[in-house]
Nanobody, 120 residues
Framework: QVQLVESGGGLVQAGGSLTLSCAAS????????MGWFRRVPGKERESVAA????????YYSDSVKGRFTISRDNAKNTVYLQMNSLKPEDTAVYYC?????????????WGQGTQVTVSS
């Protein structure tokens, strides 16, 4: 059974930092792109960051560019999201997802999400 388990969420003050982790029980992890998404109640899910299977290319939404960093450790089947200079508008449930291919386009496995709350 495929599982993606996020951790590292929590409450932080504006300007602070958090690092999210996503451990994947996927035999094909090394050949899949990975992505981080977030959702605020009442709003559509937003793509935050993505990384290719070998980690050579990363992509960010304009809202987090320069503040968030996505990375992966293929030896540990884990993808990370380092979040710096957090703002109250970053408050959301954050999800990791496994891409269907090495390049981030579509995703077929999702984690359960971890709450990130940024206080002003």
């Amino acid at each position: 059974q495929v599982q993606l388990v996020e951790s590292g969420g929590g409450l932080v003050q504006a300007g602070g930092s958090l690092t999210l982790s996503c451990a994947a029980s996927l035999r094909t992890f090394n050949s899949r792109a990975m992505g981080w998404f977030r959702r605020v109640p009442g709003k559509e899910r937003e793509s935050v960051a993505a990384i290719t299977s070998n980690g050579g290319n990363t992509y960010y939404s304009d809202s987090v560019k320069g503040r968030f960093t996505i990375s992966r450790d293929n030896a540990k089947n884990t993808v990370y999201l380092q979040m710096n200079s957090l703002k109250p508008e970053d408050t959301a449930v954050y999800y990791c997802a496994a891409g269907q291919a090495s390049w981030p386009r579509t995703y077929d496995y999702w984690g359960q999400g971890t709450q990130v709350t940024v206080s002003s």
